[in-house]
C-alpha cells in the first residue's frame, strides 16, 4: 500500500486545526471569544506519536486562538505555528532547523490552503470530508470526518507502517 510506504518515512508531523483536529465549525461567546471543540481520541493518537514513537509533532495553522496554544501545550507539542499564511515555507524553516527533508515530513490539511504544504510533504493526509481538490492530492483519506477521530485514524497509520503500533498500545493492554 502506497500510504504505508510513505507514512514509514515520517519524522515530523504537521497538522492544521480547522477542518483537521476540530470539526471545522467556529462558535462565538456573547464576549465575541471564539470556541473551539477538540476531540480526545484525536489527542490520544497525537501523543502516541510524541511518545514512545519520538515522531516530531508540528500545528501549522492559518488562524490565531489561545485554545490551540492551549491545547497544544496540553499534548506536549512545542511546535506550534498559528497565522500563517504560506504553511510550506513555515514547514521548509522548521525541516531545516530539525535537520529533516520534505521526505521526512507529514501533513494532514482538509481545504485548499494546505495544497502546497501537502504537495510537498512525502505523506499527505486529509479527512474524509476534506475539499475534493485534497482529497485528490492525499496519499491517505482517513475514514473519519474532521475533529472525530480522523486525526487519530493517521497517527496509528504511521505507528503501524513503522512497526510502532503495538508498543503504543501495550500499556493499555497490560
Given amino acids: 500500500m502506497l500510504s504505508l510506504s510513505r507514512a514509514r518515512t515520517v519524522r515530523l508531523m504537521g497538522f492544521d486545526v480547522d477542518g483537521v483536529l476540530t470539526d471545522g465549525r467556529l462558535y462565538f461567546s ?19 506519536l510524541l511518545a514512545p514513537a519520538g515522531i516530531r509533532i508540528a500545528i501549522i495553522t492559518g488562524r490565531k486562538s489561545a485554545l490551540v496554544e492551549r491545547r497544544a501545550a496540553n499534548l506536549g507539542i512545542d511546535l506550534v505555528f498559528q497565522g500563517v499564511e504560506d504553511k510550506r515555507a513555515v514547514m521548509a524553516e522548521l525541516l531545516a532547523r530539525e535537520g529533516l527533508d520534505f521526505a521526512q515530513a507529514g501533513y494532514m490539511g482538509d481545504d485548499v490552503v494546505d495544497l502546497a504544504v501537502m504537495a510537498a510533504c512525502g505523506f499527505a493526509a486529509t479527512v474524509s470530508d476534506g475539499h475534493p481538490l485534497v482529497k485528490q492530492l492525499a496519499h491517505y483519506v482517513a475514514r473519519q470526518p474532521a475533529g472525530l477521530g480522523a486525526a487519530r485514524e493517521v497517527c496509528e497509520l504511521i505507528l503501524r507502517a513503522q512497526g510502532k503500533l503495538d508498543a503504543a498500545l501495550a500499556p493499555y493492554l497490560a
Fill in 30 to 48: 456573547a464576549e465575541g471569544d471564539a470556541l473551539k471543540a477538540f476531540n480526545s481520541r484525536d489527542g490520544l493518537g497525537i501523543a502516541r
